[in-house]
């Protein structure tokens, strides 16, 4: 199971490499052949030759084919633990064999080669008539004898073309996959639930479960994930779980998911039944991984036992979805997508349902109508109903709330703003316009029967020191303005001004923060992420110390690898390597985002302290209010592109 | 815009992606044989008549870069001094056409094979596809072929592109975000491309493998590959009737290149 996914990832990566930098299209093959069995590499092929057939014909097909042929050699080479000369060996002696292949392949398709030939001899005639007009009739006469001489021997030009080309390529490939390895090694598999248990041939029951003194370690570590726990689950009870990051949670979640527990035992009448009739139903906490559909009719169906029939349409009215069976699963905002997979989940009709963060990643909006539908359902259906949640006011409709004991790695999370060298530009007291947006608005896909309108006539201008939120809901085009606001975009219509010069001009003197913060870290290790992004030396461990401490973060943290931070700690070390860079202001999209509620205050405390102190210019994307009225005093409320109201300060547009 | 359909349904989107596929798989090899005149000039007939009856705006046609358009260009002055037969006189001047016809025949070739998948793209909806993979390869499970799972991530992986297609584009962004260190010589500008390529790529692949681990749980919590559409679509009297359609043009251009030995 694991390979099918690495392949799914890796046909995405390779596409796009595939084309763009041709060169480095065979390491994500490699990096498959290198982790997994051959069959992903076979698997892998497919894929990515079909959606590379969709976009580019056959040439994209014969790209992908190529890149995984060699990229599978280097993998393979380096699983066994070979060398450089192995590499050049083992690619001499494939390209014999693709050349081999192709001139076949030319011989065979006479007209094809004949046209080929026809229009390279023309190119080369036409060169030298011309060079022999401009009485240059020696180079001429050279060229045309070399390129008689060259097409006699073609098979064997082919033949030399190709061994030599497969080997640079594979050296090429050889190099990078083992830098690649060298940065990814510790990379944790993320892997958490068992695939084995749904596997055992006993009857499915997964329900009354009891949990007696159980508690749980993960492999290599030196701390209980779960501390001692005792519990009985009932059919058709509804529970709530709640605590804060790192209590355990997730980890409850996978012992009921049928995880052996280090101590401890666990009783249930039969086996777990993962995703089967009558077993156990989990839905996770990303939504847009836990869809697997592209329509969302298909979704609902999605592995069930082939000749399965479920009422699609019924499944989609408990939860709201109403006659979108045929919409496509990526128009659907973070709420639609959770109540689809617990559509999908209800198919199986499940013993026991996991409901696991459902709602940390989902706008105020959806996160009230997935409580209603998860509220409803015990009532309607013989489901034990098990709701993880760090938000302790979803826990209200359970019947009963258990609460995980705070581990004690998290208690360092105050807001604590160090005294340090790094500059924000402050001119206390001042009102000078840093952002001024002029009738801005934007366009997708201008001109094509794709357009989409993102923003239109969007004014407004942002102060220093200022303190500005903008809301809005799913696709009002908060993050397009973000992106216009930050440079990165260039407004189809009107301007953006930053200091009175547009901004895409200049990219970087406005920091943006992601919505995800982990796609914006691109070093392996602390020190080295801060010190890229400030763009000093990660040698300069002093500048580096000083700038966690701006953002409230201990200098011993420094040597810490990044996917062992949590996500409050990841939004930090992104916050500290942007406000090195001395930013004219500070966006943050959706930065509350996924987090519980202690790191969010922690992080609006230091937020505020930085505005506050330090003059910083801060501008919030996000689609909730809560909690942000002291960092922004000022709110625009943005809805389908538009401004609402423009409720203070709309003075100094022009 | 990558594998989105044109919005709007048309006789040709309502054909079964496998007749599709089957179309263009089967043009694509009669051109590599046959790369004649005649062959051209009917397949890129069939695409025109498709793509009106699709009913496809001039505007989904993506713009040509003008580095291509000045390659094409040059390509075709050089091609064209050749001279060569046939040659026309026009005006007491014999200018030979043989060199240019023959890069026209070739640039006409691949905006015919280009035209051709584009249309698939345009007009089918990238659900069909994976399903349409397995009823096709079901013949290839005689040979213990495991075609199922071929579909199974083709179809994952369709539905995984646009995501990570978005998410690459955050890396990009925040990459032109950082500042840019001035490296001293050559060398070192060359070192920090290739480190700064394989950061990237790290960057990338780590991303995808995290989003693949999710989708792993979500296929766990499922219980594991089985159903992947809830109405599979199977081929209708329309689908027979386009791919005798396409048989007969190229069995008639197949004929005509032969009997007339138009081309060698």
Known sequence: ?654 | MLLVPVPGTSAIHDLWAGTKMLVVAGVSVLLTFYPGWVTIAIVAALVAVAARIAHIPRGAVPSVPKWLWIALGVGYVSAALAGGTPEVAVGGLHIGLGGSLNFLRITALSLVLLGLGAMVSWTTNVAEIGPALAMLGRPLKLLRIPVDEWAVSLALALRAFPMLIDEFQVLYAARRLRPKPVPQSRRARRHRHAIELIDLMAAAITVTLRRADEMGDAITARGGVGQLSANPARPKPADWLTLAIVTAAGGGAIAIETIFHLTR
């Not at chain 1, 010069?501 to 923060?513: D, F, K, N």
């Not at chain 1, 987090?595 to 205050?601: I, K, M, N, V, Y």
Request: aromatic share 4%.
């Open chain 1, 1 to 654: 199971m694991a390979a099918l996914c690495a392949v799914i990832a890796i046909v995405a990566v390779v596409v796009p490499f595939a084309a763009g930098v041709a060169l480095l299209g065979t390491v994500p093959t490699a990096l498959i052949a290198f982790r997994y069995r051959l069959r992903a590499l076979f698997a892998t092929t497919v894929a990515a030759g079909m959606i590379a057939f969709l976009i580019a014909g056959m040439g994209g097909f014969i790209g992908v084919f190529h890149s995984a042929y060699v990229g599978g050699l280097v993998g393979i080479v380096r699983r066994k633990g070979r060398g450089t000369p192995t590499v050049v060996f083992s690619s001499l002696i494939a390209g014999i064999f693709l050349g081999a292949a192709s001139v076949g392949s030319l011989a065979l398709m006479t007209r094809l080669r004949h046209l080929i030939y026809e229009a390279m001899k023309s190119n080369v005639d036409g060169l030298a008539s011309f060079l022999g007009r401009v009485n240059l009739q020696q180079p001429a006469d050279v060229l045309q004898r070399c390129f008689a001489t060259v097409v006699g021997y073609w098979p064997w030009v082919a033949l030399v073309y190709f061994v030599i080309s497969t080997v640079v390529v594979s050296l090429i490939g050889w190099w990078a996959l083992s830098r690649l390895i060298a940065r990814m090694r510790g990379v944790p598999d993320l892997h958490k639930l068992d695939a084995s248990a749904a596997a055992v041939d006993i009857p499915i029951g997964p329900i009354p479960v009891r949990l007696d003194k159980v508690r749980f370690r993960y492999p290599g570590t030196g701390q209980d994930a779960l501390s001692e726990l005792s519990l009985e689950l009932r059919a058709g009870e509804h529970i709530a779980v709640t605590g804060s990051n790192g209590s355990g949670k997730t980890t409850l979640m996978l012992v009921l998911a049928g995880r052996e527990p280090t101590a401890g035992t666990v009783e249930r009448p039969g086996a777990v039944g993962l995703g089967k009739f009558g077993g156990t139903a989990v839905v996770l906490q990303h939504p847009e991984s836990q869809v697997l559909g592209t329509r969302v009719a298909d979704d609902v169906v999605w592995g069930l036992p082939p000749g399965t029939n479920v009422d699609v349409g019924q499944l989609l009215r408990e939860v709201g979805l109403e006659g979108l069976d045929e919409r496509d699963t990526g128009s659907l905002s973070g709420g639609e997508l959770q109540r689809l997979a617990l559509a999908a989940a209800l198919a199986r009709e499940p013993a026991l349902l996991i409901a696991d963060e459902v709602t940390s990643m989902v706008d105020q909006q959806g996160r009230d109508s997935l409580l209603g539908v998860l509220s409803g359902l015990a009532k309607r259906h013989q489901a034990a109903l098990v709701h993880i949640t760090h938000y302790n006011n979803e826990a209200d409709t359970a019947d009963r709330v258990i609460r995980l004991r705070e581990s004690p790695d998290n208690a360092d999370m105050a807001g604590a703003v160090g005294a340090s060298a790094a500059s924000v530009a402050v001119s206390p007291g001042s009102q000078a316009p840093v952002l001024e947006l002029i009738g801005v608005g934007h366009e997708y896909g201008s001109g094509t029967p794709w357009a989409k309108t993102a923003l239109r006539d969007v004014s407004f201008v942002v102060e220093q020191g200022d303190g500005l939120l903008v809301h809005g809901g799913n696709g009002s085009g908060k993050s397009t303005l973000a992106w216009i606001m930050a440079g990165l975009t260039v407004p189809t219509s009107g301007v953006c001004l930053l200091d009175g010069r547009p901004t895409h001009e200049q990219v970087g003197a406005v920091a943006l923060s992601f919505q995800a913060a982990r796609l914006q870290l691109m070093r392996s290790r602390v020190d080295l992420e801060v010190a890229s992004a400030a763009g000093f030396s990660p040698r300069d461990e002093d500048r580096v110390a000083a700038a966690l401490s701006v953002v409230g973060l201990d200098s011993t943290l420094a040597k810490r690898r990044i996917d062992q931070l949590s996500g409050g700690q990841m939004r930090r070390v992104v916050l500290a390597g942007l406000l090195a860079c001395s930013p004219r202001a500070l966006i943050l999209d959706e930065p509350l985002a996924g987090l519980d509620a202690a790191s969010q205050r922690g992080l609006l405390t230091l937020l505020e302290e930085l505005r506050r102190d330090r003059g910083l210019t801060v501008v919030v994307i996000s689609h909730d209010v809560a909690g942000l009225e002291d960092l922004c005093p000022r709110t625009l409320d943005l809805r389908d592109g538009m401004l609402e109201a423009m409720p203070t300060a709309a003075k100094g547009v022009s």
